[in-house]
């Protein structure tokens, strides 16, 4: 099972930019799909945005779209969410994900098998 390590995280200004770092242990990163989610005080985890194994297929919610950006790099057992024009609605704390599933992209986090610790995304106003 991989370990996950967010980072990347932190306070910004409406408007900023952050680019968050999921980096796994294990050599088997390039069989999982990824997906970043995101959990505001009081309310449910949120998915984000979704990659397949080797990049070539995204997904994101509506909310991001043109914004936010998620890539990989398998030869670094890492993945990114580039996240620009910053809105106070984007603070949360931001979680990473993988499933056993290459292929397929998932909205669902049941479906996702292993989780990082989270890192703090605060937008300030």
């Known amino acids: 099972q991989a370990q996950l390590v967010e980072s990347g995280g932190g306070l910004v200004q409406a408007g900023g930019s952050l680019r968050l770092s999921c980096t796994a242990s294990?050599?088997?990163?390039?069989?999982?799909?990824v997906g970043w989610f995101r959990q505001a005080p009081g309310k449910e985890r949120e998915f984000v945005a979704a990659i397949n194994w080797n990049g070539g297929t995204t997904r994101y919610v509506d909310s991001v779209k043109g914004r936010f950006t998620i890539t990989r790099d398998n030869a670094k057992t890492t993945a990114y969410l580039q996240m620009n024009s910053l809105k106070p609605e984007d603070t949360a704390v931001y979680y990473c994900?993988?499933?056993?599933?290459?292929?397929?992209?998932?909205?669902?986090?049941?479906?996702?098998?292993?989780w990082g610790q989270g890192t703090q995304v605060t937008v300030s106003s």
């Open positions: 994900a993988v499933r056993g599933s290459k292929w397929t992209l998932s909205s669902d986090p049941a479906d996702y098998n292993s």
């Open positions: 294990g050599r088997t990163f390039s069989y999982y799909g």
